[in-house]
């Protein structure tokens, strides 16, 4: 009997100890991620499974009192938490998980995104035609960007799927005979571009009078005339901006005055009162980053919700694991243990 209970003992222990190992492990180094949506192709495809590392931009100490490895919390305390020093900045063009920003939970118990950093903190963004421009010049394209395009064919030939596919295409339909929607990246565009029965292929593009933006459930969005294809310039916040309040401004930056920054906020005739104190001005307390998927036509990203406040950051995606195709029902075996960038 006693060397029963010494054996159970010994067995709790150890496992009490792994559950804490993993439990720092978790918190303060490496995290494991799977990519659920195709908003990142061909950069992450769907069903990989990353590991994540916070050691890069700094990890967080806890921000809330929850069960480890659930997202059971209790709800209303928060504590008081800071980042430890990373060893790196965030970078233009990083990949970045972090916290859903407009979700209604504290900080870490919102749901993980995982986005590519486009725009800085201070950074001019604008969308014209479905390019990117940071401050005034064209963003870096990326090879695995994927987006939509319209491909018209000779004598209304129907494209073939299979072969569509085998080039690195998706075949999502016909809107008339001979003309086809595609979501394809650059390469396969010139790929397809080439081929005998095609006669074109073109961006497929909302015209820039086609306000999309208006309808909106998201604050940011509504704010922006236009639509994901034609962004009119803004300033990504930054910590000390001041930010001019005006009827024109005020949705574009009112989720991080109010949302992420916390504070009071009513209108007036005469403009905004701030926690009480009539302001022509606010000054922002955090820096801000835009975040884009690189699968652009198919991505919920900053061009809907808005900001990503620097607390809200995660970690950097390392390496993908693992990875399975639901479509196939069978690992991606060229995809193992590869690195993200």
Not at 5 to 20: N, P, Y
Not at 99 to 122: C, E, F, H, L, W
């Amino acid at each position: 009997m006693a060397r029963a209970k010494a054996w159970a003992k010994s067995w709790l222990d150890a496992a009490l100890w792994a559950a804490i190992a993993a439990i720092i492990i978790r918190t303060f180094f490496f995290e494991a991620y799977r990519i659920p949506t195709p908003s990142m192709e061909q950069t992450l495809l769907t069903g990989d499974f990353l590991i994540v590392s916070k050691m890069n931009y700094g990890p967080r100490t806890p921000m809330t009192i929850a069960l480890p490895f659930t997202s059971i919390h209790v709800p209303g305390v928060t504590l008081p938490w800071f980042r430890i020093p990373g060893f790196q900045d965030i970078k233009r063009n990083d990949i970045v998980v972090f916290n859903y920003p407009v979700d209604a939970k504290p900080i870490s118990q919102k749901t993980n995104y995982i986005k590519r950093a486009v725009g800085m903190p201070g950074d001019e963004l604008e969308i014209r035609e479905k390019v990117l421009y940071i401050n005034g010049e064209p963003a870096e394209v990326m090879e695995t960007y994927e987006q939509l395009y319209t491909v018209t064919t000779r004598e209304r030939i129907r494209l073939n799927d299979s072969k569509v596919r085998l080039a690195g295409g998706m075949l999502l339909g016909s809107e008339s005979p001979g003309t086809f929607v595609l979501n394809m990246t650059g390469a396969v565009r010139e790929e397809i571009q080439s081929w005998d029965e095609v006669v074109s292929v073109e961006p497929r593009m909302r015209p820039d009078s086609a306000q999309d933006y208006i309808r909106s459930n998201f604050t940011f969005r509504r704010g922006m005339d236009g639509n994901h294809d034609h962004l009119p310039a803004f300033v990504i916040p930054y910590k000390g901006m001041e930010l001019e309040l005006s009827d024109e401004t005020w949705p574009v930056y009112r989720d991080v005055v109010e949302r992420h920054e916390r504070n009071e906020v009513q209108r007036t005739p005469d403009g905004f009162v701030i926690n009480g104190q009539p302001a022509l001005t606010y000054t922002v307390q955090k820096d801000y980053y835009f975040m884009m998927g690189d699968n652009r036509d198919n991505s919920e990203d900053s061009r809907h919700w808005g900001f990503v406040p620097d607390d809200h950051v995660i970690g950097k995606p390392a390496i993908v694991y693992f990875s399975w195709n639901h479509e196939t029902n069978l690992p991606r075996f060229s995809r193992l243990l590869s690195l993200i960038h």
